[in-house]
């Protein structure tokens, strides 16, 4: 992955061949659209054509040769044709948007489920605003090269070829000259749209940059400010804005040359058709029907050029698009299965850190030979400042991360040995943001177990102590929350979430800071839910507040990625370290009725 890896819109090399063959490849998934559309493709350039090629008899058999009986039936003919055409024409919108619309599907599928996949770790070193743009712009880009971009080609490929089949039977000596003029018109074209998409670049790239400094200037006004840098700033914005309206102004120009030009283009051609054909119909060689059919064959041929050299400008972008998309597909997960790995149908055994490190980054170690072995049904309390890896042992012990070095035993079994599956079934997890998903209030718990019976749920909810307040909203447990519905509060999140953890029946049950941001009522409702949870399962809690601290089997007080302090509450009191002196200074603030966190 190079530096400049997340960096968007550089795409000044030449388009992959391999990658173009790649997105190609997508359409075929949908062989059947795929035939349709390039069948009914071809047959309107064809049509086309050949109606070009019936104006010409009109006038020489028709109208020069004032034959009232062949103009009509050449007429009925065109119009027959221009019946299919129509067909046709509708044939390839139809299936070239069908086909637009099932590559999207079926790449932000694939890209969906591999981010379901992936390991903690690849969300780690990528940014959110990138996975984004894979999902929406990128995709976007692929799925129109996909459909109409190849449209254009195989549309502009026919058109050319079978108007020059065309020409040629009508007159070679004209078409000669009419084949000497495309190669111009296409290298003209595609130039044009290369600049013009390059300015277009620039555009954009300075608009993100005003964006950006927009919202900086925004969001650090006073810093601006008392710094007195409004003067500075407002250099920089106008530099930009400058950048940027030249770069636009100069797209303008070049899409107002570009069609003057290749009709300039056009016209010389034309114009060579009038003189050598005026020429030869001098000299009674050819009709004026003839003369009539170039003139129609050379103005046709503009539209298929213009389009394919946008195609062709802008494929590069689009393989680009494609080439990010396919690195998101190809990612392999960190942690998978290793081969032959069992299924653990509990862990209600022992768990056991054996000589543990782990380090999230080279070089900066997190957890130092931690060793801990935990019984059945003991309730585990981790405490230490902000930084100490509190979280990283949970996360550990999820498998979210494996160890560096050293092991982690589920029921006296290596974990590595075991399913992901079957590891994270056993475990309930309450973290410190809630997290609920668009949907009703009883399917958000329900996701905890997704076959548990209406009751089972609201039960669950009742050993949380969030019965009481879904009752009191307007759709009870119909409610609709998360995005786009009711708002509730974090303390109301976190009691959704708790029941979610204990309708799943988890062995394992970890709270990482749960009642850190809720108000003391909701803490102490919690806290309820959590004694009962607790009863008879392997817990881990994480909190700063004293009062759930206490309650723990053991305490662990974690420093620098090491075990300082391990025992009971009574125990570490009477050792009078690290545990007694953060105990004391609570105890007078939580006398004092502020309740504060402990290790803040
Ligand atoms: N995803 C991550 N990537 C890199 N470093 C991380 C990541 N998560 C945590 N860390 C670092 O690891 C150390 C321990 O973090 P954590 O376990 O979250 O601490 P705690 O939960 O005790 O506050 C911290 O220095 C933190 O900056
Ligand atoms: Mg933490």
Redesign the pocket.
């Known amino acids: 992955m190079s530096d400049n890896y997340f960096e968007e819109d550089e795409f000044e090399g030449a388009v992959d061949r391999s990658v173009l063959l790649r997105t190609a490849k997508l359409s075929l998934n949908h062989w059947p659209l795929l035939v349709t559309f390039l069948v009914s493709t071809v047959i309107v350039a064809i049509i086309e054509n050949y109606q070009t090629f019936l104006s010409k008899r009109i006038i020489d058999e028709g109208i020069v040769a004032r034959d009232m009986d062949a103009l009509w039936s050449i007429a009925w003919q065109y119009f027959g044709m221009t019946v299919l055409l129509a067909i046709f024409v509708a044939g390839f919108i139809l299936s070239g948007a069908l086909l637009s619309h099932w590559t999207q599907y079926d790449l932000r599928k694939a890209m969906f489920g591999k981010l379901q996949d992936l390991s903690?770790t690849y969300f780690?070193r990528t940014p959110l605003g990138w996975l984004m743009s894979r999902m929406t712009s990128d995709v976007t880009r692929v799925g129109e090269l996909v459909s109409w971009g190849f449209l254009d080609i195989t549309w502009g490929i026919t058109g050319i070829t079978t108007a020059v089949v065309f020409m040629f039977i009508i007159n070679w000596q004209l078409a000669l000259i009419v084949v000497t003029i495309i190669p111009v018109l296409i290298v003209v074209a595609i130039q044009f749209q290369k600049l013009i998409i390059g300015e277009y670049r620039v555009v954009r790239r300075t608009n993100s940059k005003i964006t950006g400094s927009y919202s900086e200037s925004i969001n650090g006004v006073r810093v601006v400010k008392s710094l007195r840098r409004e003067e500075k700033n407002l250099e920089e914005f106008q530099d930009l804005t400058t950048e940027m309206f030249n770069a636009g102004f100069r797209a303008a120009w070049l899409s107002a040359l570009f069609l003057p030009t290749v009709q300039m283009l056009t016209a010389l051609g034309v114009a060579a058709v009038v003189w050598y054909g005026g020429f030869q119909y001098n000299e009674g060689w050819i009709t004026i029907g003839t003369i009539q059919a170039f003139i129609s064959y050379i103005t046709f041929m503009l539209w298929p050029v213009q389009e394919m050299a946008r195609v062709f400008a802008s494929m590069q972008q689009a393989v680009a698009s494609a080439e990010r998309i396919f690195s998101l597909i190809d990612e392999e997960p960190d942690i998978v299965n290793r081969p032959n790995s069992q299924k653990v149908d509990n862990i209600r055994g022992t768990i056991v850190f054996d000589h543990v490190d782990f380090r999230?980054?080279a070089d900066?170690p997190?957890l130092n030979d931690f060793s801990l072995t935990v019984e059945p049904g003991e309730t585990i309390a981790?405490v230490?400042?902000?930084?100490?890896?509190?979280?990283?042992?949970v996360?550990l012990l999820c498998r979210f991360y494996e160890p560096v070095s050293g092991q982690i035993r589920i029921n006296g079994t290596d974990y590595q040995d075991l399913t992901l599956d079957s590891i994270h079934s056993r475990i309930g997890m309450v973290l410190q943001t809630p997290h609920l998903f668009s949907g009703t209030v009883m399917e958000n718990i329900r996701y905890g177990r997704l076959d548990a019976q209406d009751e089972e749920v609201v039960s669950a909810a009742r050993m949380a102590g969030a019965h009481d307040f879904i009752t009191l909203l307007d759709d009870g447990y119909s409610t609709e929350v998360g995005e786009g519905g009711v708002l509730l509060s974090v303390g109301q999140k976190q009691l959704l979430s708790l029941a979610r953890a204990i309708l799943a029946q988890p062995d394992i049950f970890i709270m990482?800071?749960a009642t850190s941001s809720v108000d003391t009522l909701t803490e102490s409702l919690i806290q309820q839910a959590m004694d009962h949870v607790m009863e008879g399962r392997t817990s881990f809690v994480?909190a700063h507040r004293l009062s759930t601290i206490k309650r723990a089997d053991r305490i662990i007080v974690?420093k620098d990625?090491q075990i300082d302090e391990i025992g009971s509450h009574a125990e570490l009191i009477r050792q009078k370290g690290h545990y007694y002196n953060l105990y004391t200074k609570q105890f007078q603030k939580e006398a004092a009725g502020a309740i504060p966190d402990l290790l803040a």
């Open positions: 903690f780690d999230y980054e900066k997190v981790l230490g400042p902000t930084g100490a890896g509190k979280s990283t042992v996360n990482d800071e994480i974690l990625g």
